[in-house]
């Protein structure tokens, strides 16, 4: 197991594995209370189901924020780098 989260973080790279931490950390408790309540059989409301989505949105986005981001053209060069 140790392996695989060495392997998995290896990949990551120059990813960001600092925005990688903020975006797990920001939905996990979410997700958490949310899988415990769904087990427990407490049903939600559509309002509390969407907050739930934008909050895994936002996380994702963190997650998968790249370190490099480029965007070539025959005239223009338009680069995004953490």
Known sequence: ???LIKGMWN???EKGKFA???GFCYAAP???VFMFNFFKGVSYDY???MSIVIVNIIGMMWFILPSKFTIE???FKFIVED
């Open 11 to 13: 990949l990551l790279g």
């Open 20 to 22: 990688t931490i903020i």
């Open 30 to 32: 979410y997700n958490a």
């Open 73 to 75: 053209s025959p005239k």
């Open 1 to 3: 197991m140790k392996n």
């Open 47 to 49: 309002d509390q189901l």
